[in-house]
C-alpha cells in the first residue's frame, strides 16, 4: 500500500492506488505518492518532504 496526498486540499489516504474522486474535496485530483522510500523517513512511513 502506498500513501497518497491530494494536490488541492491535502487529503491523505493509504491505498493500492489513488482514487478518481477525492473523498475530502469531492473533485477529479491528481494524487502524489508521498510514500517513503529511503531510510531518512522510515519512522513515518510518509516522505514529509513532498509538499
Do not use: H, V
Amino acid at each position: 500500500m502506498n500513501d497518497w496526498k491530494c494536490k488541492k486540499c491535502g487529503y491523505e489516504l493509504k491505498a493500492q492506488k489513488p482514487p478518481e474522486e477525492c473523498p475530502s474535496c469531492k473533485k477529479k485530483c491528481e494524487f502524489m505518492d508521498i510514500s517513503c522510500y529511503t531510510p531518512d523517513c522510515a519512522a513515518t512511513g510518509k516522505d514529509t518532504r513532498i509538499k
